[in-house]
């Protein structure tokens, strides 16, 4: 039996339509999901949109449409987004899905039977975009420390979450547990800015608007957007308060990893844990804080006018090319930056220099010196050597970063064997071979050439699923499985490569740049 992997992305908040800074967690997401199914897994991504909420009440009226009309268009919109990424999602689930409904007013009705909710009354400072109360010491400046926008004294009776009655188990949960909050700083953020200091008891409930599932017991109340939006991640698995769960949530939970953006780390790493020991269920695997995408050096905002929209870079520069700068571009732990200077740089360097024109030469010459028939390699050296080992050390160092969810460093990996094919260009000269009439070594350099690129490209599937179809299209094998890189013979002697085509073409910055009045 496979070994499983449940990864979920953030469901993103139907107030308007996702940027490309919001698109970087589930292009992260999906090269996961693909990389995992590369490698063997049984693999289960969920994604999906959040629709509740005064935020959306508000929109929704401003837009003259009713809160259900109004996230219909919104959710059709992000998923044709995540779709138009080339993203393999298993689930796009949506919050206003009646079971989801039901089964968060049950999960809502059983803490507050066995007391973990309780009935009081809140009067706090409150940020409306991020639906969240806080006290004065967390305030920036005076203002929402997640989004910098300004906050309002609001009062009004509330149910409650007893935080405290969970915090030094999860205290301890966290201390014992090192890859459950990742990269370390997030973890030790948490630690030392909200757990250490004393958790206050959760607002979880609200009578200030209707736009949210009622609290059954309660019908002045609707049921406050972090346990509806954050029990999406196993009710939608089939999970039911009752104890009659399905077969796909016994096989799949706990999450192997839940993939969010920082700036929502806290109601993942804090909130979501304790609402699984109060329904005395295992907690995911990993909580894995991705860091931001800036436009320049600033965070994507409509205020600011830099919002990006990945459907906008699509139809100029495809597909591929935005995942592999989001993939590429965003390091590990640290805020990556998107312009469209460094976009196009990078598509000229790494994807049609290295990239494309080592498959268009490759191919081009397999054709002109051998009618594009592959043939077996019969006389080798030690620069075939370095070549061949560089290549068959590379999945197990894409394995090791991939496990770490260090995504660019894996890209790079693949890369090198791109890059040191290049160079055994250079070193060989397969042109002169051929003048020379050395065609037993030049059949064995092309061979190298072809199984080199084979080789990352079966890698490359996980990152960019379309450039390696193109590629394997153009070297005529279904060779494309995990399996495969154990030897360098994957290349089957005797079948005929197809005609080159241009995988990417070189932009014009200049005049790209001026036909998108950037």
Known sequence: MKEKFYISTAIAYTSAKPHIGNTYEVVLADSIARYKRLMGYDVYFQTGTDEHGQKIEEKAILNNQDPQEFVDDISLEVRRIWDCMNTSYDKFVRTTNPAHEEEVAKIFKKLYDQG??????????????????????????????DCGREVHEEKEEAYFLKLSNYSKRLEEYIETHPDFIEPVSRKNEIINNFIKPGLQDLCVSRTSF??????????????????????????????????????????????????????????????????????????????????????GNDKMSKSKGNIVYADDLVKEFGVDSIRYYLLHEIPFANDGT?????????????????????????????QKYFDGEVLEPKENNEIDKELIDCVLSTPKKVDEHMNE??????????????????????????????????????????????????????????????TADKIFKQLNTENRDIDSLKDFSGMDIGIKLNNPEPIFMRINKEEKLKELNV
């Open 116 to 145: 973990d909710i309780y009935k009081g009354f809140y009067e706090g400072l409150y940020c409306t975009p991020c639906e969240s109360f806080f006290t004065e010491g967390q305030l920036v400046d005076g203002k929402c420390p």
């Open 210 to 295: 209707k736009w949210g599932i009622p609290v059954t017991f309660d019908t002045n109340h609707v049921i406050y957007v972090w346990i509806d939006a954050l029990s999406n991640y196993i009710t939608f698995l089939g999970y039911h308060v009752d104890g009659d769960s399905s077969e796909a949530f016994n096989k799949y939970w706990p999450a192997d990893i839940h993939l969010i953006g920082k700036d929502i780390l806290r109601f993942h790493t804090i909130y979501w844990p304790i609402i699984l020991m109060a329904l005395d269920l295992p907690l995911p695997k990993k909580i894995f804080g991705h860091p931001w995408l800036l436009f």
């Open 338 to 366: 998107f312009t469209y200077e460094l976009l196009i740089e990078r598509i000229n360097s790494d994807l049609a220099n290295t990239l494309g024109n080592l498959v268009n030469r490759t191919i081009s010459m397999s």
């Open 405 to 466: 969810y260090r995504i660019a460093d894996a890209i790079d990996d693949i890369f090198e064997i791109y890059r040191r094919s290049n160079k055994y260009i250079d070193e060989t000269t397969p042109w002169i071979l051929a003048k020379e009439g050395n065609m037993d070594r030049l059949a064995t350099v092309m061979y190298n050439l072809l199984e080199s690129i084979r080789h990352a490209t079966v890698l490359l599937q996980a990152f960019l699923p379309d």
